[in-house]
Every structure is written in C-alpha cells, then in structure tokens.
C-alpha cells in the first residue's frame, strides 16, 4: 500500500467551478502536509502548506487535513484556466518527503 | 535570480555508462533532495541531504549514489545505469529540514533514458 493515495482523476471542469483534490495517508508520524502545483515541463510549486488539523486559505485555495482520518483536500474556488495543471499532494517530515501520483487538471473557459 | 539549476536536462545514454546529474542552488540552503517521477508511480524521493556531509537513503536509493561536498551542490551519481533508471529527476532544496517546514524549491528537471 502506498504511503501516499491520491485521487487519479484527470479532472476537466468549466471556468468559474469549484474543484475538490484528495488524498489519503497512511503514516500518522509524518508532520506536514503540502500541495503542489506542477505545469507541464515544469518542476513541481509549493502552493500551501499546513500542518495541523483545520483549514489553511490562500486566496482561491483552501487546504485542508483531518488528521483523525487521515485525509488532505485542496478546494480551488472560481477556477481559472490557468489552473490547469498536475496538482500533487505530500507528506513530510524530518527530511523525507512522500508525494501522492497527481491530478490532473484541465479548466475550461 | 533565487534558483535550482539541473544539467544536464535532456540525457540519453546507454546501460552501463556511468553518469552523474548535477545540482546546484544559489540560495544558501541547507537541505537538498533528489526525486525521479515516473507515470503511475508519482515523484518519489531518492536521497536527501540535510547539510553538508550528511546525506540519507529516500524511498527508492537502490542504485544512485550521492555526495554533498559544498552546501551548493548536491549531484546524482549513476555508477552503473540501467534501463528501469529511464525517468524525469528532479532536484529540490529547502532553507533547512528541521522541525519547522521550509518550503522545497524544485528545479526543472533532468530527462534521463537509458538504453
């Protein structure tokens, strides 16, 4: 079983939709949890980080954990064509770092 | 311009030659990783280092080595590539990997096929 599962989509929603990313963990000990933005040919982006329970907003995205069960979501409001991208999911700590597979995101105007 | 520079970024070589990936990062970080992503199976963490001289197996270490000799660079070293080492590599860095987390700037990838 994979440390990191994350939903494999791809995802194609119209301009101005709600979109909802998830992903599950399997390691309790690991203390942070990320969501990164990759483009095509591009090395991945830091997009928001957290790490405890509850919501993070950044603007369009919010982050979110529950630790109880150990599910991450990343919610993107009124999305925007140039959100299309792989967005990835990840857990860490102490220096390692365990990424999910990605989601591929298309939105379209 | 605060940077990670990979080279090369396109590689084709042949199974057995050895090769090595470099990395370097002008911001003075402390912390450098190593990643391959590969369809399906996502980006996964190949070595780490958390400073200079001190470096650690990730997920999947088997047959890369690598050295951190200066706090800029961190190379990938492939003694004896073969052909299931045909992936995208990434290079990563952080201010630092302690108990507080440091955001993880990613250059922009080495393509490697081995033949």
């Known amino acids: 079983q994979k440390e990191v599962e994350q939903d494999p989509g791809p995802l194609s929603v119209p301009e101005g939709a709600i979109v909802s990313l998830n992903c599950t963990y399997s390691n309790s000990a690991f203390q942070y949890f990320m969501w990164y933005r990759q483009y095509s040919r591009k090395g991945p982006e830091l997009l928001m980080y957290t790490y405890s329970s509850g919501n993070k907003e950044d603007g369009r995205f919010t982050a979110q954990v529950d630790k109880s069960s150990k599910y991450i979501s990343l919610f993107i409001r009124d999305s925007q064509p140039s959100d299309s991208a792989t967005y990835l999911c990840a857990i860490g700590g102490a220096g390692k770092s365990t990424f999910g597979d990605g989601t591929t995101l298309t939105v379209k105007p | 311009e605060a940077q990670v520079t990979q080279n090369p970024r396109y590689l084709i070589t042949v199974t057995g030659k050895k090769l090595t990936v470099t990395c370097s990062q002008n911001?003075?970080?402390?912390?450098m990783s190593w990643y391959r992503q590969d369809p399906g199976l996502g980006l996964r963490q190949i070595y780490y280092s958390m400073n200079v001289e001190v470096t650690d197996k990730g997920d999947v270490p088997e047959g890369y080595k690598v050295s951190r000799k200066e706090k800029r660079n961190f190379p990938l070293i492939l003694e004896s590539p073969s052909p299931n080492q045909t992936s995208l590599y990434f290079c990563?860095?952080?201010?630092?990997?302690?108990?507080?987390?440091?955001?993880?700037?990613f250059g922009p990838g080495t393509r490697l096929t081995v033949l």
């Open positions: 990563a860095s952080s201010l630092e990997a302690g108990t507080s987390y440091n955001e993880q700037f």
């Open positions: 911001m003075n970080h402390e912390y």
